[in-house]
């Protein structure tokens, strides 16, 4: 990601202000506890591939578009927020969740809280297209969250309603931060919707990586317990892959340990053991490259550009760094 940070430094710079301008409130929870998760760093992917791709389709930096890159990672926040207190984790980015320090309902607060200056950001974008293409995307990362909600416990869940889910609750903001940068620029056409469709298949590629590292990946690298998935009874394409190709008794044991008021501590090893046994985790790892490589192939519409080079070296970020 070096390249691309170096590239778009400055603009970095000034979203990083916007991030902890916007988060001030006279409610001490809110700065204390929104400056807690942002300062824990992250990669900031979603506004360093909002910011690229306004260069990639010809602009430069400018306050709507910083507007809009902190826009888009304050929606990430918010969901982070609200995802803590539903999946019950204990981790992010690698320290406590906010959640564990100030509780399950001012997360939830607080995250609703960063969701609404994300939209007073969208406004001051003074574009119509920019807020329905953000606010939409808001409403199917909510769906998506709903659905893998319904989903929990279902070993049986076709592997279709499993990347329904990933376009919904990962894809849809990676997607539409890459179309609303390039709209910064451009009108509708060839290059929003290229950008858009990098924007979409890098986001699904993030995910399966996510889901592949839960089973096969360390807490230093993915920020969180390993095995959390599988606690909280989460399908993901490793568990679906190994059930799909084991045999009566590893599908019997999925369908029971997957229901987690059912779980036993040797549960997870055992998981472990039949996802190897599958090589479901290489399986998972190949699908996310398939999906880089349409990422890839949809930048093809925009000219070149040390902005492109960038936008492709990330998407092969997103898979290496599982390695």
């Known amino acids: 990601m070096d390249t691309l940070i170096e590239?778009?430094?400055?603009?970095?710079?000034?979203?990083?202000?916007?991030l902890k301008e916007r988060s001030t409130s006279a409610v001490a929870t809110i700065?204390?506890?929104?400056?807690?998760l942002i300062s824990a760093g992250g990669k900031r992917l979603r506004p360093l591939i909002t910011l690229a791709a306004a260069y990639a389709a010809g602009g430069e930096g400018s306050n709507p578009l910083h507007c809009l890159a902190t826009a888009v990672e304050f929606i990430h926040t918010a969901t982070l927020l609200h995802d803590d207190v539903v999946d019950e984790s204990d981790l992010r980015r690698g320290k406590k969740a906010a959640k564990m320090v100030w509780g399950n309902?001012?997360?939830?607060?607080?995250?609703?809280f960063l969701f609404a200056r994300a939209f007073t950001l969208m406004?001051?974008?003074?574009?119509?297209?920019?807020?329905?293409?953000?606010?939409?995307?808001?409403?199917?990362?909510?769906?998506?969250?709903?659905?893998?909600?319904?989903?929990?416990?279902?070993?049986?869940?076709p592997i279709s309603e499993y990347m329904e889910i990933v376009e919904a609750k990962t894809a849809a903001l990676f997607e539409a931060a890459a179309r609303a940068g390039a709209l910064t620029v451009v009108t509708e056409g060839a290059e929003s919707d290229g950008l858009a469709e990098y924007g979409r298949r890098l986001g699904r590629a993030f995910q399966l990586v996510d889901d592949a590292l839960d089973y096969d990946g360390?807490?230093?690298?993915i920020g969180k317990s390993v095995g959390d998935d599988f606690r909280e009874g989460k399908l993901t394409l490793p568990v679906l892959l190994a059930r799909q190709n084991?045999?009566?008794?590893?599908?019997?044991?999925?369908d029971r340990a997957m229901d987690v008021s059912k779980q036993t501590e040797a549960d997870l090893d055992?998981?472990?053991?039949?996802?190897?046994k599958a090589d479901s985790v290489n399986a998972?790892?190949?699908?996310?490259?398939?999906?880089?490589?349409?990422?890839?192939?949809?930048?093809?519409v925009l000219p070149p550009s040390p902005y492109v080079d960038a936008l492709s070296d990330i998407a092969d970020f997103v898979v290496d760094r599982a390695f």
């Not at 998972?284 to 093809?300: F, G, H, Y």
């Open 7 to 18: 590239l778009v430094s400055k603009d970095m710079a000034a979203v990083e202000v916007l």
């Open 218 to 221: 360390t807490t230093s690298v």
């Open 246 to 254: 084991g045999d009566a008794t590893e599908r019997a044991f999925w």
């Open 105 to 112: 309902s001012a997360s939830i607060l607080v995250g609703d």
């Open 270 to 276: 055992i998981a472990i053991d039949y996802i190897r």
């Open 31 to 36: 700065p204390d506890m929104s400056g807690y």
């Open 284 to 300: 998972t790892l190949n699908a996310a490259r398939d999906e880089i490589a349409s990422a890839k192939a949809a930048l093809s």
């Open 123 to 157: 406004v001051e974008t003074r574009s119509i297209r920019i807020l329905d293409i953000l606010s939409n995307a808001s409403c199917v990362i909510a769906e998506g969250e709903v659905k893998q909600l319904a989903a929990i416990g279902r070993a049986d869940l």
